[in-house]
């Protein structure tokens, strides 16, 4: 059962936007500057800014790979979260960050949308945070199923997208 939280303090959680996972994802370039504009906005307002970066098998941390993607800068004054599975809650120390800063709301980019960012918004609300997710800052890529059918990445954009509104 989701607890309710009282407050209306905000995070700008940043999920992922690690220069392999955004390699070749649904407008990339649209949605790293968007990603862009939320941070920026979220400094200007003094929002806290948390960075979450995934590694595993496929992505070795603090490769290259790795890397926040370039257009992107972590500050000095932000949180950064080490995760290994879907969920940025999941064995990670995010929840300790939001009970730090009081934060009751997430306001949500990044990427992979149908992988981590719903993982991530779903665990959020089950926790009883508030949860906005920015329509037009994250992003996937297409999924070629085994049969031969392809997910477009656009549509479980949109899935995603209508799921949380």
Not at 52 to 67: C, G, L, P, R
Not at 85 to 99: G, I, P, Q, R
Not at 109 to 122: D, L
């Amino acid at each position: 059962m989701a607890t309710v939280r009282d407050g209306n303090k905000s995070v700008l959680l940043v999920v992922d936007v690690q220069k392999v996972v955004v390699t070749s994802a649904f407008e990339r370039d649209s949605v790293i500057k968007n990603v862009g504009i939320m941070i920026q906005k979220a400094r200007e307002k003094i929002v806290p800014i948390v960075w979450v970066q995934h590694s595993d098998d496929a992505i070795k941390y603090k490769s290259d790979d790795w890397e926040i993607a370039p257009e992107l800068s972590i500050d000095k004054g932000d949180y950064r979260i080490d995760k290994h599975y879907n969920s940025s809650f999941e064995e990670t120390d995010l929840e300790k960050v939001l009970k730090t800063v009081v934060a009751t709301q997430i306001v949500l980019v990044g990427a992979a949308t149908n992988w981590c960012i719903r993982a991530t918004a779903y665990g959020a609300l089950d926790r009883g945070y508030d949860v906005t997710l920015i329509s037009d800052a994250h992003t996937t890529k297409s999924l070629q199923l085994p049969t031969g059918k392809t997910i477009n990445a656009e549509d479980v954009i949109t899935d995603l997208n209508v799921a949380l509104s």
